[in-house]
T-cell receptor, first 111, second 115 residues
Framework: SQQGEEDPQALSIQEGENATMNCSYKTSINNLQWYRQNSGRGLVHLILIRSNEREKHSGRLRVTLDTSKKSSSLLITASRAADTASYFCATDAGRGNQFYFGTGTSLTVIP | GAVVSQHPSRVICKSGTSVKIECRSLDFQATTMFWYRQFPKQSLMLMATSNEGSKATYEQGVEKDKFLINHASLTLSTLTVTSAHPEDSSFYIC???????????FGSGTQLSVL
C-alpha cells in the first residue's frame, strides 16, 4: 500500500496549547502536503512542502520534512477550538499526479 | 480559489440500483481527477485516477466494472457505483488537479447509504 501513517491517531488538547502530529511515508516524493477535514466534508489544503525543503511556515502552521527518515510533522501553534478536525498528510509517491493519504490524526481542541 | 463541486451530497438507495456521482471543477480545467473512498474515522483510499479523454487507472483491488469512471471533459468526472450493495456504503470524495497547481482541490463528498 502506498498509504502513509500518522501519529497520534487522536489528540486532545486545551485551547492555546500547541498540537504536533507526525506523518511517515514509504516512497520517494516530489512534495508532501497537509490537508484538513471537518467531519463529513471534503478536504482543504493547508500547506505544501517540497522534497528539497526542510521546514515551512504558514500562519500558525509549521511543517518539517525529513526525507532521510521519510517523515514529516505538522505543528499548530496557539490552537483554537475551530482547529478541531482531522488532519491528513498526502504524498505524490514521486509520480506527481497521484496522491496517497496518511491514516490521519483526529485533533480535538477543548475550549 | 479553485472550486470543485460534488453532487449529490447524500444518496440513499436500494440494493441493486446504480448511483452516479458528479464532480465538476467550476473555475479551472481539471486535467486529472481522483476518486477516493473513506470509511468512518479512517483515511482516504484512492480508488482511481482519471485523465480527461482517457480510461481511468484503477488502484489494486478496485473493481473497474463496479465503479465506472468517466472523465469526458476537463471540468466533469463521474463515478457510477453499479448494482450497489450495502458493503458499498461509504463516503466518496473526488478531487481535481489542474495544470499549474500542485495541490488538490476537493469536492465536499457524497455519503452513499445502500439499504
Amino acid at each position: 500500500s502506498q498509504q502513509g501513517e500518522e501519529d497520534p491517531q487522536a489528540l486532545s488538547i486545551q485551547e492555546g496549547e500547541n498540537a504536533t502530529m507526525n506523518c511517515s511515508y514509504k516512497t520517494s516524493i516530489n512534495n508532501l502536503q497537509w490537508y484538513r477535514q471537518n467531519s463529513g466534508r471534503g478536504l482543504v489544503h493547508l500547506i505544501l512542502i517540497r522534497s528539497n525543503e526542510r521546514e515551512k511556515h504558514s500562519g500558525r502552521l509549521r511543517v518539517t520534512l525529513d526525507t532521510s527518515k521519510k517523515s514529516s510533522s505538522l505543528l499548530i501553534t496557539a490552537s483554537r477550538a475551530a482547529d478541531t478536525a482531522s488532519y491528513f498528510c498526502a504524498t505524490d509517491a514521486g509520480r506527481g499526479n497521484q496522491f496517497y493519504f496518511g491514516t490521519g490524526t483526529s485533533l480535538t481542541v477543548i475550549p | 480559489g479553485a472550486v470543485v463541486s460534488q453532487h449529490p451530497s447524500r444518496v440513499i438507495c436500494k440494493s441493486g440500483t446504480s448511483v452516479k456521482i458528479e464532480c465538476r471543477s467550476l473555475d479551472f480545467q481539471a486535467t486529472t481527477m481522483f476518486w477516493y473512498r473513506q470509511f468512518p474515522k479512517q483515511s482516504l483510499m484512492l480508488m482511481a485516477t482519471s485523465n480527461e479523454g482517457s480510461k481511468a487507472t484503477y488502484e489494486q483491488g478496485v473493481e473497474k466494472d463496479k465503479f465506472l469512471i468517466n472523465h469526458a471533459s476537463l471540468t466533469l468526472s463521474t463515478l457510477t457505483v453499479t448494482s450497489a450493495h450495502p458493503e458499498d456504503s461509504s463516503f466518496y470524495i473526488c478531487s481535481a488537479h489542474g495544470t499549474g497547481f500542485e495541490k488538490l482541490f476537493f469536492g465536499s463528498g457524497t455519503q452513499l447509504s445502500v439499504l
